[in-house]
């Protein structure tokens, strides 16, 4: 009841009644949307300090935003990785095709041939250029968004559509929903739909690194929304309290489906900026300038290669397509917000920075577009030789109850006898 | 098989131990025997844990094999899962079982499901040691017996000894296993066999046979039970704490019970179970757990569906009541003598 008393008796004076503060987006479809208060700024001007610097040394950068490629797309300021022409091609090039392939496999899905699919378009630039800054044998542990991973450290993407498309030849016997790849010769941990689970991992893996004396580092992704987690709170306690070596990332792309990154705190404060009260060093960078990313995680890597402990990264950057095919942003989001965001696209931007470099042309973009689109299309049907989701080219009936267990134990196998039964009643000519 | 008494040992001297001392010399001798084991958890590093299973093992090995953490079962549980990816054989307690919600989906979405999604690529080789049950005036946040939920995931084993014996032997053998194994340890029988006569004076586990623990390594196989007590007049199916109720129950009655303690719930050792009832025609089950959905439902269920034609009497069940473990009306809580006398009496009385 408002205007209550409280125990005592006395009345609250005048205090107005409580009000719960339920977070809302600045703009809701149809929305006309203006960017022009989203503090930006100007590329070059943030400090690069030491990687072996104190982790409070860093937190300035918690709240600003690091960036290399200015608005001519001429690469300024400390944090510059100088990555020569070749190097940028070559990100530039993976970054393409991640982007055809994604493309390629959402109409896939539309097609029928798969259940689901998860694009990354827009945010390349987070896992691609973060993957080329660590070593190929760090341990990545990444969300379902960065594809872009493997695609850099050149894992086929045949093996990719084998497991999107759940068939015969997908290496996890299709037993993961697409996306969810697992590569161990790849240092590619097995993705999970379980939000941030992946991240008290990734700390771990890293605490095992550094008992044993090793010099391999782990790197963990999450998305903003999922920063929420309890799962976020344990890693980075456990990061902070054994100085892991570890880089944590936080792409922020503004949303989680259809919640705002309000709904994870972002009306407060930063996300970088929860490192600050964990007392690790945090980095906040504009996720779609590739340069700014390949610099931060390379700093945060070198940080932890020399024991000087774990770094916390907001990627902040934008969710320019759906959350995945099942999900329509039209209905909770302004269509005006992709069009307008003000830190443009990672793959056009690290373009013209090659262009500006005299490293590039607009014809050598279109030739390099064509052959990514290309080599999509090809490792697609190839995959889809190997059959395509619901069409009976699956793994072998058995498989459904391997690997729950290293032995197989005697209520799965009386399960699978079951099941094989079952097989038979319905289609009385079925073999394997 | 069972009849064997499956105990790989020995021909090592024995002495005698209690469970606690029994679960601390496991953890030295696969610390000793492989160097990717670590042992973690709250308190157990340089104080060596609060009931001691650790006590002095970080002295011994070092701060890189054994640690405390902070006060956080997600990640400690989680941390785990990410060292069992780097080739590490993490054996994290968990203070008390009471506590282990936190790390529920590091453990049920997360290391139960690593070999089946990667498709082996990827294993979580952990051995979760938590002290459960009742019986310590500990309340309900500190007695209770959540093994059930444990025995519902995929994945997961559940493995509870009864003796400094098997303690020893299924806690090694729980290490070695390359599946994530919960360990819940009867903390009432730490330090003695508890009989279910709580006004009585408590017995050390130096009067107890099965304190005579083999020096050296030995292990028990995970998936089978032991027949605590061959008879012809009833199966008594049972694990931990209540194994020792059992037998001091229907020693009390004379009854010439059979009681096997299944040592490990999952995977179960159904051949005993089978072979047991089929002989006696008569089955009590008994837990410390609340009763709905308990692990003794599903004992009950494939009793009835493997051994119907030979049951002579329905199956009892003996188990804690459906409500949270009470502080002061503990023993009111505990299914003691009285409760499985009845069950007892009834089985005997039908057929």
Known sequence: MAGGRGKSGNKRGNLPPLELHVPEPKYRPGDTVDYSDLAIPPAGAQPRPDETCAPAETHPLCLDLIRVLDDDHRAVGPWDPRLDPETLRRMLRVMALTRAFDERMFRMQRQGKTSFYMKCTGEEATSVAAAFALADDDMVFPSYRQ???????????????????????????????????????????????????????????????????????????????SSAEGDFHAAMTFAAVFNAPVVLNVINNQWAISSFSGFAGSERTTFAARAIGYGVAGLRVDGNDALAVYAAVQWAADRARANAGPTLIEHFTYRAEAHSTSDDPSAYRSAQEREEWPLGDPVTRLGRHLIGLGEWSLEQQETMDREVAEEVRAATRQAEKNGILGQGLHHPFHTMFEDVYEELPWHLEEQAEQAIRERRLKWPGWEE | MVEEGPVSLSEAPTRRLGMIEAINEALDIMLERDPNVVIFGEDVGYFGGVFRATAGLQQKYGKNRVFDTPINECGIIGVAVGMGAYGLRPVPEIQFADYIYPGLDQLISEAARLRYRSAGEFTAPMTVRAPFGGGIFGGQTHSQSPEALFTHVAGLKTVIPSTPHDAKGLLIAAIEDNDPVIFFEPKRIYNGPFDGYYERPATPWARHPGSEVPEGYYSIPLGKARIVREGAALTVLAYGTMIHVAEAVLADKGVDAEIIDLRTLVPLDIAAVEKSVQKTGKCLVIHEATRTSGFGAELAALVQERCFYHLEAPIERVTGFDTPYPHSLEWAYFPGPIRIGEAVDRLLAAG
């Not at chain 1, 999107?164 to 010769?185: C, E």
């Not at chain 1, 941030?196 to 605490?207: I, S």
């Open chain 1, 147 to 225: 594809q872009g991973i493997l695609i850099a450290r050149g894992y086929p993407l045949v093996e990719m559509a084998n497991q999107i498309y759940s068939n015969r030849a997908d290496r996890l016997k299709g037993r993961q929903m697409p996306v969810m790849y697992s590569s161990r010769d790849f240092a590619c941990f097995t993705i999970s739909g379980n939000l941030a689970t992946q991240y008290p991992q990734a700390v771990g893996w890293a605490m095992a690194s550094a008992i044993r004396g090793d010099s391999r580092i782990a790197a963990g992704w999450i998305g903003e929304g």
